[in-house]
């Protein structure tokens, strides 16, 4: 079986049947007022300049152009949502996720031990660091003979974009908008390329978790981290927002579309009310200057609302009262 990678390192699982169940309406946002605010930060809001026009940009993702957007104020998890967090909500409600109830899910080649077990006959053309795994879920992360025992404080990955949106729900929350990451992810700076600055490394210090190296065959981990890290292992941002960039993606409520901005509301905006593909940001862990540079905070890429891999995970927002 070939498989299609969407664009930047998040390949496509594509099931018909789940996203024929997934497109629903998005032309109102969710409010979501019941959520604890604790390990939250109350953001705000307020005007600032979204997008990104520079050099480093892919225009055919719908980076640009650079518009001047208002949001409210909300409050927003403080960290991606972690292996410890997600736990008690499958415990309470006995969820099962989609790569569990699919049978396997995508793992990059370079996490797997050389005995790994589980391989499927999945490939993904023009990526083929990528691997799918049978038994590969959030709990075994590199298939049955992984855990995550010692990865309590890590992003929780292989969840897709409903299984973000069902935990959200759960937990009193929402997925935040694209504009409300964005907001959050600058920090209070304008048009700043990452979380702190237009230096990726100010003073040669790593402030991210992405690749350095060859991409995808040597990874020197200068930033300490090959694979995943925990959530808190990088400094916040300027609003106390830790791993806003590197790390893992992060499964946006919006429906993905290059152009749609151009038409939308400059006050809380939304995406288009249905599509195929769910908006990503932040980057991950595999990013690299030579093959994906979209761990800038202003890019953007999109998967498909079923699709789980080793590098995408999620945060929460609520409302304010």
Same mark, same amino acid.
């Given at each position: 079986?070939?498989?299609?990678?969407?664009?930047?390192?998040?390949?496509?699982?594509?099931?018909?049947?789940?996203?024929?169940?997934?497109?629903?309406?998005?032309?109102?946002?969710?409010?979501?007022?019941?959520?604890?605010?604790?390990?939250?930060?109350?953001?705000?809001?307020?005007?600032?300049?979204?997008?990104?026009?520079?050099?480093?940009?892919?225009?055919?993702?719908?980076?640009?152009?650079?518009?001047?957007?208002?949001?409210?104020?909300?409050?927003?998890?403080?960290?991606?949502?972690?292996?410890?967090?997600?736990?008690?909500?499958?415990?309470?409600?006995?969820?099962?996720?989609? %790569? !569990?109830?699919?049978?396997? =899910?995508?793992?990059? *080649?370079?996490?797997? /031990? @050389? #005995?790994?077990? +589980?391989?499927?006959?999945?490939?993904?053309?023009?990526?083929?660091?990528?691997?799918?795994?049978?038994?590969?879920?959030?709990?075994?992360?590199?298939?049955?003979?992984?855990?995550?025992?010692?990865?309590?404080?890590?992003?929780?990955?292989?969840?897709?974009?409903?299984?973000?949106?069902?935990?959200?729900?759960?937990?009193?929350?929402?997925?935040?908008?694209?504009?409300?990451?964005?907001?959050?992810?600058?920090?209070?700076?304008?048009?700043?390329?990452?979380?702190?600055?237009?230096?990726?490394?100010?003073?040669?210090?790593?402030?991210?978790?992405?690749?350095?190296?060859?991409?995808?065959?040597?990874?020197? %981990? !200068?930033?300490?981290?090959? =694979?995943?890290?925990? *959530?808190?292992?990088? /400094? @916040? #941002?300027?609003? +106390?927002?830790?791993?806003?960039?590197?790390?893992?993606?992060?499964?946006?409520?919006?429906?993905?579309?290059?152009?749609?901005?151009?038409?939308?509301?400059?006050?809380?905006?939304?995406?288009?009310?249905?599509?195929?593909?769910?908006?990503?940001?932040?980057?991950?862990?595999?990013?690299?200057?030579?093959?994906?540079?979209?761990?800038?905070?202003?890019?953007?890429?999109?998967?498909?609302?079923?699709?789980?891999?080793?590098?995408?995970?999620?945060?929460?927002?609520?409302?304010?009262?």
């Amino acid at each position: 079986m070939t498989m299609k990678v969407s664009p930047c390192c998040v390949p496509s699982k594509q099931h018909a049947q789940l996203l024929q169940a997934s497109q629903q309406s998005s032309t109102e946002r969710i409010r979501a007022t019941t959520g604890s605010t604790e390990d939250m930060v109350l953001l705000p809001g307020g005007r600032f300049l979204m997008g990104s026009e520079s050099a480093d940009s892919f225009p055919d993702d719908g980076e640009g152009p650079v518009r001047p957007v208002t949001v409210d104020a909300f409050w927003m998890d403080r960290f991606v949502v972690r292996n410890r967090d997600f736990a008690p909500f499958v415990d309470a409600t006995q969820y099962v996720t989609e %790569a !569990e109830r699919i049978g396997w =899910s995508f793992v990059f *080649a370079g996490d797997l /031990p @050389p #005995n790994a077990d +589980g391989s499927t006959s999945v490939q993904v053309h023009g990526a083929e660091w990528w691997q799918g795994i049978e038994g590969a879920t959030w709990s075994h992360p590199e298939g049955p003979s992984s855990d995550i025992s010692t990865r309590a404080e890590h992003p929780v990955v292989h969840v897709s974009w409903n299984d973000a949106a069902a935990y959200a729900a759960w937990a009193g929350k929402r997925l935040p908008t694209e504009a409300e990451w964005e907001f959050a992810a600058r920090g209070g700076l304008e048009q700043a390329a990452y979380p702190w600055g237009d230096d990726l490394t100010p003073g040669g210090k790593h402030l991210c978790n992405i690749w350095q190296g060859d991409f995808p065959t040597s990874n020197t %981990a !200068e930033d300490g981290f090959a =694979s995943t890290c925990p *959530a808190d292992a990088f /400094p @916040p #941002n300027g609003y +106390g927002l830790f791993g806003m960039t590197g790390n893992t993606w992060e499964w946006i409520a919006d429906w993905s579309h290059p152009t749609w901005h151009q038409h939308a509301t400059r006050h809380n905006p939304l995406g288009p009310p249905e599509g195929v593909a769910r908006v990503l940001k932040g980057g991950s862990y595999l990013c690299h200057r030579s093959y994906c540079n979209r761990y800038r905070v202003g890019a953007r890429s999109s998967n498909t609302p079923d699709s789980a891999t080793t590098n995408i995970s999620f945060r929460c927002v609520r409302d304010k009262d």
